[in-house]
C-alpha cells in the first residue's frame, strides 16, 4: 500500500515553507512548527504501518551525536561503541543489539535520500535538527520516515543528543512482528553514506 504523504503535494510544501519564514523571527517558534509537523507525520506513519508491516527499515542517525575526536569508524558498523559508550552512538548501539538490528553511520544526508529512493525502506526511523527533517519530508516523501528533533548539541552539529526512549520505542515497534515472518527481514542503518543493505542475523 502507497504511503499517502502531503508532502507529495506542491502546495503543502510551499505552505509549509511559507509558515517557517513567518515564524522564523519569533524565536523558538519555528521549531515548534517543526515538532508539531512531526508529530502529525510520526501519527500517519504508524497508522501506515498498521496495514502494512515494516520489513526493511533505514535507521538514519546524523553525524553530531558521534563524539568528537572519536576515531572508530562507525560506518562500517557500532560494535566498538558497545565497548565504550561514551557518547549517544553507544546508546544507539545497545538499542539495536537488543531489537538485532545492524546498524551503521555515515555523514552526508543527500546521499541517505538517495539510498532510500534506490532501497526503497518501507520506514524511515531518524533523529536529526528540524532543517533537516523538512529537508528528508521533503527528498523522500514516498517513504514512511518517523522522526523526531535532537534533543540538544553543545553547539551547531557538534555532540548531539538523542531522544533514546522515542527511538528504542519506534525501533520496538516496526521490528516486533519480525518473529513470525517467513523470511529474513533487512534492516539498512546509515546516516548519509551509500552502505550495503544487511540481514538480520
Request: contains cysteine.
Amino acid at each position: 500500500m502507497s504511503f499517502a504523504s502531503p508532502w507529495r503535494r506542491s502546495w503543502y510544501v510551499r505552505l509549509v515553507a511559507v509558515a517557517r519564514r513567518l515564524l522564523r523571527p519569533f524565536g523558538k517558534a519555528e521549531q515548534h512548527l517543526i515538532a508539531w509537523l512531526a508529530r502529525r507525520q510520526n501519527r500517519r506513519v504508524a497508522h501506515h504501518l498498521e496495514g502494512s508491516p515494516a520489513r526493511r527499515i533505514l535507521l538514519i542517525m546524523p553525524r553530531c551525536v558521534k563524539k568528537t575526536g572519536c576515531k572508530v569508524d562507525v560506518q562500517r558498523g557500532l560494535d566498538e561503541c558497545l565497548t565504550c559508550l561514551g557518547c549517544p552512538l553507544g546508546d544507539v548501539a545497545l538499542i539495536c543489539e537488543r531489537h538485532h538490528v545492524q546498524a551503521l553511520v555515515a555523514f552526508r544526508s543527500h546521499i541517505a535520500f538517495e539510498m532510500a529512493r534506490t532501497q526503497k525502506p518501507d520506514v524511515i526511523i531518524a533523529s536529526a535538527c528540524h532543517d533537516r527533517m523538512v529537508k528528508a519530508w521533503r527528498s523522500v516523501p514516498e517513504v514512511p520516515a518517523l522522526l523526531t528533533p535532537l534533543a540538544g548539541m553543545e553547539r551547531m552539529c557538534v555532540n548531539a543528543t538523542l531522544d533514546l526512549p522515542w527511538l528504542e520505542k519506534q525501533v520496538a515497534s516496526v521490528t516486533s512482528g519480525r518473529a513470525t515472518t517467513p523470511e529474513p527481514v533487512p534492516v539498512i542503518a546509515t546516516s548519509g553514506g551509500a552502505l550495503p543493505t544487511v540481514e538480520c542475523p
